[in-house]
DNA sequence: CGAAACGTTGAATGGTTTCAACAAGAGTGG
DNA sequence: CCACTCTTGTTGAAACCATTCAACGTTTCG
């Protein structure tokens, strides 16, 4: 019971696991080689091979993908105590690029550390590929959101995800949260155009349901939102503590 | 060098990388319980816990996810030699469940001998972990598909995805391959009706791209197919083995 | 002060869906 | 063995959701 400040990554992980002082001593030690990033100079290019991840501590970044034409599909966003990259470790080239949304605070962690961290402690390591497997899960489900529902549930579903991630880092809860994003954003993660973005945007608003506006997502009416966007939060499997 | 049949599985992670006997065999070992199921009866249900996943050694199976409005989204595809929820063997429930596609052939793994194998053998676990980035890139990739691709690409890309895939277990070359998934099975893969799907492989067909029909996709013109997809494999990350 | 980034709105266009109808083959039970 | 149903494939026409194009307002920042 320390009252040194904990990781986000900790906090989040402790959802999941109840570690005991030496994981999680090891655990900020992964945290040692933390650097600072600004807007926009990508950590990672699409197609660089670098055996290394990255665990962000403060600030937003988005994972994406660009095409040969020119437009960009938005993979994911990344908050704080997320991995950026831990499935890039083991393939020959990171599939895709990492761009700073804000100032943001990563930690580099070397594969061989990850790994060694692994078999010293393997609780820890089901701890962190809980969180992998999470982030897999969410995918998918941004997957079933772009293929099968319309663009008013998809910004909703969209909304109602990230309130869910931020709230177990302590972000945000069922009033609302900040929220750099831009509509642009939005756009390029659910295969929208940013104008159309912008008029569903307004329809939410007016309707009630969510203000999207200033940096600032603020919830209307959330049971609303929910009923609208068919939001079962189940694969986000942050219910509380699985291991004692 | 044995002269007995390799699994798929086996196949598949020589291409990655060159295992030595006694990894090859606690390799063929987890194929122990292997079993029959028949078409359609769900492996792994939605909303389902399980600590085990499957080793896929014949047939096809799709993943897929049901929405509360009764369609469905199919995540993935899984041909012999692909793993089977190995993801949803950390989460709590499986986000998503398991359909045969034609008769098949599996291999029950528990959690425990995974995680056993993994201890004693290293470079079966790093493997094993391979393919399983391997497989979440693809989800990405096809991410990117329905979100950035329109109709045509989409269902070219498809294809040739595939085409690659089965040929890294012998099942397919540039020539085509055996397929029997029907057009049902594409529309909710891709994100479209089926009405569209046969629309958009007519136009194909006609022009000479490919032909999709009678359980056979057989390429006219790869090279263009190519180009219409914007297909670029290295997300599969199957150039040849990467540890020697 | 001008440029750049972001947000906003209208009108026209278009890709995709939905609805509807029909054809062909496989499997089933009387 | 023949109706019957179910699955799969096929095609046309109408409706619709989202995109594109275009224009303009606002704020930020150098």
Redesign the pocket.
């Known amino acids: 019971m320390t009252a040194v400040e904990i990781s986000p990554l900790t906090r989040k992980l402790l959802a999941f696991v109840a570690l005991n002082d030496a994981e999680l001593a090891l655990l900020e030690q992964l945290h040692e080689r933390r650097r600072s990033f600004g807007i926009g100079a990508d950590l990672v290019h699409q197609g660089q091979s670098e055996r290394a991840a990255y665990i962000l501590s403060a600030g937003w970044v988005c994972s994406y993908k660009i095409q040969p034409d020119g437009?960009r599909q938005i993979v994911d966003f990344q908050v704080p105590g997320d991995f950026l990259g831990l499935r890039s470790v083991l393939l020959r080239t990171s599939d895709h690029a990492f761009e700073p949304i804000t100032d943001i605070q990563a930690a580099k962690v070397q594969a061989s550390d990850l790994i060694n961290a692994f078999s010293l402690m393997p609780r820890l390591a089901t701890a962190i590929l809980w969180a992998a497997s999470r982030d897999e899960a969410m995918v998918v489900e941004h997957l079933v959101g772009i293929g099968r529902?319309?663009?008013?549930?998809?910004v909703a579903h969209f909304l109602l995800e990230l309130g869910s991630r931020l709230a177990l880092v302590g972000m945000g809860d069922r009033a609302g949260y900040r929220c750099p994003?831009?509509?642009?954003?939005?756009?390029d993660a659910?295969?929208?155009?940013?104008?159309?973005?912008?008029?569903?945007?307004?329809r939410l608003?007016e309707t009630g349901l969510v203000t999207?506006?200033?940096?600032q997502v603020t919830f209307g009416d959330y049971r609303g939102l929910v009923r609208l966007a068919d939001f079962d939060p189940a694969y986000l499997d942050q219910s509380g503590p699985l291991l004692k």
Chains 1, 2 share one sequence.
């Open positions: 437009t529902r319309d663009a008013d549930a998809r994003l831009t509509q642009y954003h939005l756009a659910l295969g929208l155009s940013a104008v159309h973005i912008n008029r569903v945007l307004r608003r999207f506006r200033d940096g």
